[in-house]
């Protein structure tokens, strides 16, 4: 025998048995369009509200369709991004025992701009209405404040492992306020083709937990409630860009309503959403 391919062979193979397994490799999800950079997104929104008031049960059914285009003006020190977000395009379905409407583009919203500041994982800092929106008197819960982009983890990812994410936000509506806190898992299920864009593939799932209070036709409100998120958000990290993302949120929350009359509203609501970049 050939000792020398002997010893050859049994170096290569202690190597092999020595050799560290090769380490996943990692993804950094963060947002950051191009300086002027202009991106187009479709959303659709389905909501449908259960409510019990005085022993009577209530359904309401309600659907927002539009485009918005988000323009990036900047960055911050930090690196945040101020982008302008303009509603070009939107049509909302009410359907309610009070209300069975639709509106096509209303005045009041398309058209107008707000100017939002973005943490590179896409959390809000500061948004502020360029314009003036006049919100119809059947959506008293809109609010400019509202995030546009879902936020992103801002651990490192790699595929099959889970980062979480905390959050808290607070918007104004009309006549009130809603504090929501979020506690999210990211798990990157792979990589993905959509609409021509290789895309990082997240599976989202977490807890929500609603309090809020308001004013309205002279009575005041309490809300409190929670509730489960389950999605999937579809990435771009090179180019950092959002390609999709659709979600599922069920929750339950009753409202106190006190003034003229006092009750307690148990409510079950279901909210689905779908927002893809247009080409």
């Not at 819960?141 to 595929?159: A, W």
């Not at 936000?169 to 299920?189: A, C, E, N, P």
């Not at 929750?251 to 009750?263: D, K, L, N, P």
Request: net charge negative.
């Amino acid at each position: 025998m050939n000792m020398n391919w002997f010893f050859s062979l049994w170096f290569a193979l202690l190597l092999l048995a020595w050799a560290p397994v090769s380490a996943k490799e990692k993804y950094v999800c963060k947002y950051k369009m191009e300086q002027g950079a202009a991106l187009r997104y479709k959303t659709d929104t389905r909501i449908l509200a259960l409510q019990e008031v005085m022993g009577s049960e209530f359904e309401s059914k309600s659907s927002f369709s539009g485009i918005t285009k988000a323009s990036l003006q900047g960055y911050d020190k930090n690196d945040n991004l101020e982008i302008i977000l303009e509603i070009e395009a939107l049509e909302i379905t009410v359907q309610s025992m009070q209300v069975d409407s639709t509106l096509s583009n209303p005045d009041g919203l398309v058209g107008k701009q707000i100017r939002k500041l973005l943490a590179p994982n896409g959390d809000q800092l500061a948004s502020v209405e360029i314009d003036t929106f006049l919100v119809p008197g059947f959506m008293p819960g809109f609010s400019s404040e509202q995030e546009f982009l879902p936020n992103l983890p801002g651990q490192p990812l790699e595929t099959g492992a889970t980062v979480q994410l905390s959050d808290i936000d607070t918007t104004h509506t009309r006549g009130g306020q809603t504090i929501r806190k979020m506690k999210v898992d990211f798990t990157l299920l792979g990589e993905e083709l959509l609409a021509g864009h290789n895309c990082l593939k997240m599976a989202v799932k977490g807890e929500i937990e609603l309090t809020g209070e308001g004013s309205m036709r002279g009575m005041s409100f309490f809300l409190e409630g929670d509730g489960d998120i389950e999605g999937i958000i579809h990435f771009e990290p090179t180019a950092g860009i959002l390609v999709g993302m659709q979600n599922a949120i069920d929750i339950e929350m009753t409202i106190a309503v006190t003034g003229q009359q006092t009750m307690v509203i148990p409510t079950s609501q279901t909210i689905e959403t779908k927002m893809e970049l247009m080409p």
